[in-house]
C-alpha cells in the first residue's frame, strides 16, 4: 500500500510562501500522478494542482495559477507544492493523492484520487 505524508504547512502572513512537501512510499509510486487538495473548515476537499508520473503536464486550479507551483522527484520519492503570494482564503488542509489509475488527461475531482495522507495545515492571516 502506497503511503503519503505531508509536511511544510504553518502559519503565515498574507502575501506570504510556504512550500509542501509530500513523501511517498510504497508500491509503484512513480506509475502514477500526484495531486494536491485542500479542504477549509466545512467544505469539501477542493482540487489545487496535479502533475504527471514523470513531472509533465502539471495542472492548476483557477485559483493557485500563477501562485503556486507543484513539482515532483521520483529520484526522492517527494512531490512538492510552493506556495507564493498566499491568500487567507488559500486557508486550509492539504493533502496529496495518487491518481487511480493512468487517464489522460489528468482529472481534477477528488474522487480519482486515493491513498491520501493526513494532511498538513496551511493558516494564512490577513
Known amino acids: 500500500q502506497v503511503q503519503l505524508v505531508e509536511s511544510g504547512g504553518g502559519s503565515v502572513q498574507a502575501g506570504g510562501s510556504l512550500r509542501l512537501s509530500c513523501a511517498y512510499s510504497g508500491r509503484t509510486f512513480r506509475f502514477y500522478a500526484i495531486g494536491w487538495f485542500r479542504r477549509a473548515p466545512g467544505n469539501d476537499r477542493e482540487f489545487v494542482a496535479a502533475?504527471?508520473?514523470?513531472?509533465?503536464?502539471?495542472v492548476y486550479a483557477d485559483s493557485v495559477r500563477g501562485r503556486f507551483t507543484i513539482s515532483r522527484d521520483n529520484s526522492k520519492s517527494t512531490a512538492y507544492l510552493q506556495m507564493n503570494n498566499l491568500k487567507p482564503e488559500d486557508t486550509a488542509v492539504y493533502y496529496c493523492?495518487?491518481?487511480?489509475?493512468?487517464?489522460?488527461?489528468?482529472?481534477?475531482?477528488?474522487?480519482?484520487?486515493?491513498?491520501w495522507g493526513r494532511g498538513t495545515q496551511v493558516t494564512v492571516s490577513s
Open positions: 493523492g495518487f491518481h487511480r489509475g493512468v487517464p489522460e488527461p489528468i482529472r481534477t475531482t477528488a474522487d480519482q484520487y486515493d491513498s
Open positions: 502533475i504527471g508520473r514523470s513531472g509533465e503536464s502539471p
